[in-house]
């Protein structure tokens, strides 16, 4: 995880007058739900197939796409129907660790100590002009991944949370434009993980790590995940004993949302 390791976290803040963004997972739960008989979206079940479904489905999140600034290309109707049908929030599974330590002040955690194993990623880079266009187009490319364009030909299944491995420049003053998308591969495809089709996406096994991580809420772009990074840094006590210029930023819930839940995540030197 240290060397190149880490992303899938969906990004945007689409509070936000004219900020790029991502559709959401709470976006899929919507779609899946049972639309109401008024709804553009719902299907009479009166012959509709795949097709006018990906088309409904790909209409909706190219309209949703639109209010972030997002173009949804339309190789993404298939991936989009297979995410709405598959993903529930009960489905997603998390990625496993081990509690070493939780440091609190006055019943508030201030940080926790973790330890996450040995396991396998498919992870994307990206270097677009914006932190969330490189989330956002990192993201669509993982999604076809876990959508059945993989050597298996299947569903690989939600995991969470979705992680970006950021890195700041040599002042420690501000994020590069480099990050790394990065997707846990379910605990039933970590011997054999399929094989994306994308050359774009590549499988990385990474080693245990120790991290140091802190909880926020709200928007995540360049000044929130600094502002974070600094915080973080003046609790702990050694934070020289972590990487100093590469951190992961992980993502639980709605990122639309206005008090969304994170993670920033310090990497323990080897």
């Given at each position: 995880?240290?060397?190149e390791?880490?992303s899938c976290?969906?990004?945007?803040?689409?509070g936000?007058?004219?900020?790029?963004?991502?559709?959401?997972?709470?976006d899929?739960?919507?779609m899946a739900e049972e639309p109401s008989p008024?709804?553009?979206?719902?299907s009479?079940?009166?012959?509709?197939?795949?097709?006018?479904?990906q088309?409904?489905?790909?209409?909706y999140?190219?309209?949703?796409?639109?209010?972030?600034?997002v173009d949804v290309p339309?190789?993404?109707?298939?991936?989009?129907?297979?995410?709405?049908?598959?993903n529930?929030?009960?489905?997603r599974?998390?990625i496993?660790f081990t509690?070493?330590?939780?440091?609190?002040?006055?019943?508030?955690?201030?940080?926790?100590k973790?330890?996450?194993?040995?396991?396998?990623?498919?992870?994307?880079?990206?270097?677009e002009e914006?932190?969330e266009?490189?989330?956002?187009?990192?993201?669509m490319k993982?999604?076809k991944?876990?959508?059945?364009?993989?050597?298996?030909?299947?569903?690989?299944?939600m995991?969470?949370?979705?992680v970006?491995l950021?890195?700041?420049?040599?002042s420690?003053?501000?994020?590069?434009?480099?990050v790394?998308v990065?997707?846990?591969?379910?605990?039933l495809?970590?011997?054999?993980?399929?094989q994306?089709?994308?050359?774009d996406?590549?499988?990385?096994?990474?080693?245990?790590?120790?991290?140091?991580?802190?909880?926020?809420?709200g928007?995540?772009?360049e000044?929130?995940?600094?502002r974070?990074?600094n915080f973080?840094?003046?609790?702990l006590?050694?934070?020289e004993?972590c990487?100093?210029?590469?951190?992961i930023v992980?993502?639980?819930?709605?990122?639309?949302?206005?008090?969304?839940?994170?993670?920033?995540?310090?990497?323990?030197?080897?």
């Amino acid at each position: 995880m240290q060397q190149e390791a880490v992303s899938c976290r969906m990004s945007g803040a689409a509070g936000e007058p004219g900020a790029p963004g991502a559709i959401t997972l709470e976006d899929l739960d919507r779609m899946a739900e049972e639309p109401s008989p008024d709804s553009p979206y719902h299907s009479s079940g009166c012959g509709q197939g795949d097709e006018a479904e990906q088309e409904r489905l790909l209409s909706y999140w190219q309209s949703v796409g639109r209010g972030h600034q997002v173009d949804v290309p339309r190789d993404m109707a298939e991936p989009i129907q297979q995410l709405t049908r598959n993903n529930q929030p009960q489905e997603r599974e998390s990625i496993p660790f081990t509690l070493i330590h939780r440091k609190e002040k006055f019943g508030e955690v201030l940080y926790e100590k973790r330890q996450y194993g040995k396991a396998k990623w498919a992870c994307i880079k990206m270097q677009e002009e914006q932190y969330e266009q490189s989330i956002c187009l990192g993201f669509m490319k993982l999604m076809k991944y876990i959508c059945e364009q993989n050597s298996s030909g299947l569903y690989l299944g939600m995991t969470i949370p979705i992680v970006t491995l950021v890195h700041t420049n040599e002042s420690h003053s501000e994020l590069t434009r480099s990050v790394t998308v990065a997707y846990y591969l379910p605990e039933l495809l970590q011997e054999q993980p399929p094989q994306p089709y994308d050359s774009d996406i590549i499988i990385e096994e990474w080693p245990p790590t120790v991290v140091y991580t802190r909880s926020f809420r709200g928007v995540t772009n360049e000044d929130s995940i600094m502002r974070e990074i600094n915080f973080l840094a003046e609790l702990l006590e050694s934070p020289e004993l972590c990487l100093q210029n590469m951190f992961i930023v992980a993502g639980f819930t709605n990122p639309a949302a206005a008090n969304r839940h994170n993670e920033i995540w310090f990497l323990q030197r080897p």
